[in-house]
């Protein structure tokens, strides 16, 4: 799914580690990947920390107001959060899939999501 990600104006900042499990002995380069990966479509908002044949790990960070370019990740991944913020995630065709501000429960610093 491609999705792009707005931190509301009042929101923290949202601060995340991402691994994804590649699951493929072939090496990645620019060329290779799509161009909805969260490496090309949004990479103001998205610092490679390690990547390999096997794994991935980027930190995302999105300050208050931010709004990210449609992207994916398109990989299995776990988020590990370091903070939260309120955010809206829009589709491709900017329709609202979640708004965490009507969220019963939100990830606390040191969350590990699936």
């Not at 493929?24 to 380069?29: D, E, G, N, V, W």
Request: aromatic share 8%; proline share 6%; hydrophobic share 45%.
């Amino acid at each position: 799914m491609h999705v792009s990600l707005t931190a509301t104006p009042t929101a923290a900042v949202q601060w995340l580690l991402t691994l994804s499990l590649l699951g493929t002995a072939q090496s990645l380069s620019a060329h290779d990947l799509p161009a909805h990966d969260a490496m090309k479509a949004a990479t103001e908002h998205h610092k490679r920390i390690l990547e390999n044949e096997w794994v991935r790990v980027l930190e995302t960070r999105i300050r208050p107001g931010e709004r990210t370019e449609i992207h994916s990740h398109p990989w299995p991944a776990v988020q590990y959060v370091l903070s939260f913020s309120d955010f809206i995630r829009f589709d491709a065709e900017g329709k609202v899939l979640v708004d965490s501000r009507s969220m019963a429960t939100k990830p606390a610093p040191g969350a590990a999501l699936w």
